[in-house]
């Protein structure tokens, strides 16, 4: 539940971070807030780190929809972030224009 937790936080932050951007015009501001959930999806990635060390250690770690669904959500946060940051970028480029 923690991985479900930290990538669901995350990934609420970054969009987040993208919808006040696009209200505000605060691009340093957005850039933050995506660092900030970059804390939150870290937190996920650890554990999901400790989970597969404990796997290849020969600690069993159970296969469920539980866990299959907490995958989903890491990964999904992860390309939210990833395209977030690429948003950002190109509203600033554009803004510049």
Excluded: W
């Amino acid at each position: 539940m923690q991985l479900i937790l930290h990538s669901g936080t995350g990934r609420s932050m970054v969009i987040e971070a993208v919808r006040d951007m696009l209200k505000d015009g605060n691009v340093q501001a957005a850039k933050d807030k995506i660092a900030d959930a970059g804390k939150e999806i870290g937190e996920a990635h650890d554990i999901q780190t400790a989970m597969m060390s404990a796997e290849c250690d020969g600690q069993p770690v159970e296969k469920s929809i539980l866990l299959i669904h907490a995958q989903d959500h890491f990964m999904s946060s992860l390309a939210v972030r990833d395209m977030a940051q690429l948003m950002v970028e190109m509203y600033e480029h554009v803004k510049k224009d």
